[in-house]
Every structure is written in structure tokens, then in C-alpha cells.
């Protein structure tokens, strides 16, 4: 069975310079994964959670989305803290075409992707830090047991019974025996590390994953992933001036003579990305 993976892509995401460019690149990245799928003959695609950004969800985000998944292939959602599944959620908002199953509980529900090979799932049900799910979970049914969910102990996967976790949060992809961090697979601050993009997850019939990992990036091709390229920044200096709340961020941030040239850009950019108009 091969599944394709991918978490943490922040649809609407504010960025401190070039948002609209880079938005519509978090876009297009999503067509390069259903691309890459169709291409794949892929059993399913997964996804482990902040898929968009619920404070800032753009209105034609909901109808960007039923189209981007209206596709002739099965697509799990598993909602994040970032996206969380409630009465105001996309996920409940949109009319999703039959292929997409949005997994709604806040504890892991099961669905049989195939004979001998279940899923389960769980979603974020209000807005806070990122639940453990699998903490007292227990398979209680034979054959291959898969999870898909954001967040969650990696460590906890092996006393659980399932053979392997998929997962998002964790923007650092980690692929382990038993479990997979894909992280997200367009850049969104400088600095970021690993292999990061679209998983592909061959799942074999005793339950172990091989994977391969594919660059899906609408913005790489906009020269924006060098750590000092990226996601251009604003004038600190200007920003530091203002009497605002990220005005005053900046002046910290310069402030701290523990921080060397780089660790200092990737704080400021960080920062400046989650206080935007603040």
C-alpha cells in the first residue's frame, strides 16, 4: 500500500514581507502534492494537521480547498491546534466531494484503508498546545495498524500496538521505525533543516514503512530557502522605531548580545511572522 504524506503546511500563513507571493506558493505547493499523488498511484493521501491557520483563514480558502482535494483519490485529514476542527472550521464549513474523510473526533477513530490495514485518526477540537493522542491508546484490532494525527509522543507508538505513526507538528522531519515527522514541505522562516517535502509511505504487510521523500515547493523556485534569502525580512531598524508591540520585539531581539548575526535573524523573522500588524 503506498500513502503520500504531508503535514504543517499553514495555508494563510502572514509572513513579514512578499505574504501574498508566498501564500500563493503554500498554494501551489498543495497542487504539487495532489500532482505528485495522482502521479504515484498512491492508495491515499494523509494529512497530519495544520493544513491552514484557522485565525487567519482567508475567505476563499474553504472553496481553494474542496477543489484542491476534489480529486479520484482517497484524502485523510487529521485537524491540528493551528487548524482545529470546530462549528467555524474550514473542515466544517466546506461540502467536501466523497474522497475526503475529515476525522472530527478528539480520540483515535478507526477506518479501514483495505483489507487488514486500519487507520486511525484524530483531530484537534479547540484551540491550545498539541495533544498527545496516543497517551492511554491501545489497538484493539488485528492486522496493520496505522495512526494519523498532529502532535503526539513518538515515543508512546510502540506500546500502543500501532505499527506506525504518522504525524505533524514538528516542523524538523524525522523518519524513524516507527513513526513519521514529514515537517512542513514549504519553507516558512530561514534556517530550516532536513529533508523536508511530500513522503512517500510504502506500507508493507508485516507493518514497517519504507518512505521517499519529494520536494514539492512552489517557492524554491523563488529563491527564497537560503537562510539569508529567505522570507525576506523588513528594516529592523524602521520596525524597531515603532511604538508597538513588535516594535518592542525588535528592540529585545537587537538588544541580546547572546545571539549571534544568524540565530538572531531566524528569532526576528519567527517573531516578526507571528506579530505581524500587532
Known amino acids: ?18 505574504g501574498p507571493a508566498r501564500r500563493q506558493a503554500l498554494r501551489d505547493t498543495l497542487g504539487h502534492i495532489i500532482d505528485l499523488a495522482r502521479e504515484s498511484d498512491v492508495d491515499a493521501v494523509l494529512c497530519a494537521g495544520d493544513l491552514y491557520e484557522h485565525d487567519r483563514c482567508s475567505p476563499t480558502t474553504a472553496s481553494f480547498l474542496r477543489s484542491a482535494f476534489d480529486c479520484p483519490l482517497p484524502v485523510f485529514l487529521a485537524p491540528g491546534n493551528d487548524d482545529w476542527y470546530g462549528p467555524q472550521s474550514v473542515y466544517r464549513q466546506v461540502d467536501w466531494t466523497p474522497n475526503v474523510h475529515v476525522f472530527s473526533s478528539g480520540s483515535l477513530t478507526p477506518v479501514e484503508l ?68 514529514p515537517g512542513n514541505p514549504d519553507p516558512l522562516t530561514p534556517g530550516e533543516t532536513g529533508e523536508r517535502g511530500a513522503v512517500l509511505c510504502t506500507v508493507h504487510d508485516d507493518g514497517s514503512v519504507s518512505r521517499e521523500v519529494f520536494d514539492v515547493s512552489a517557492a524554491r523556485s523563488l529563491d527564497w530557502l537560503d537562510s539569508e534569502k529567505a522570507l525576506p525580512l523588513l528594516d529592523f531598524g524602521s520596525v524597531a522605531a515603532e511604538r508597538t508591540v513588535r516594535g518592542q ?24 511572522r507571528a506579530l505581524e500588524e500587532r
Open 1 to 18: 500500500m503506498k500513502l503520500l504524506l504531508f503535514a504543517d503546511l499553514h495555508l494563510d500563513t502572514r509572513f513579514p514581507s512578499a
Open 114 to 181: 483495505a483489507d487488514g490495514v486500519t487507520l486511525w485518526g484524530a483531530a484537534h477540537v479547540g484551540p491550545g498546545p498539541a495533544k498527545d493522542f496516543l497517551d492511554g491508546f491501545a489497538v484493539n484490532r488485528s492486522g496493520v495498524n496505522l495512526a494519523l494525527c498532529h502532535g503526539s509522543a513518538p515515543d508512546d507508538v510502540t506500546i500502543t500496538g500501532l505499527d506506525h505513526a504518522f504525524l505533524g507538528h514538528v516542523h524538523t522531519p524525522e523518519h524513524a521505525e516507527h513513526y513519521t515527522f
Open 249 to 272: 520585539f525588535v528592540r529585545d531581539v537587537l538588544a541580546d548580545e547572546s545571539l549571534d548575526t544568524a540565530l538572531r535573524s531566524r528569532v526576528l523573522a519567527t517573531g516578526l
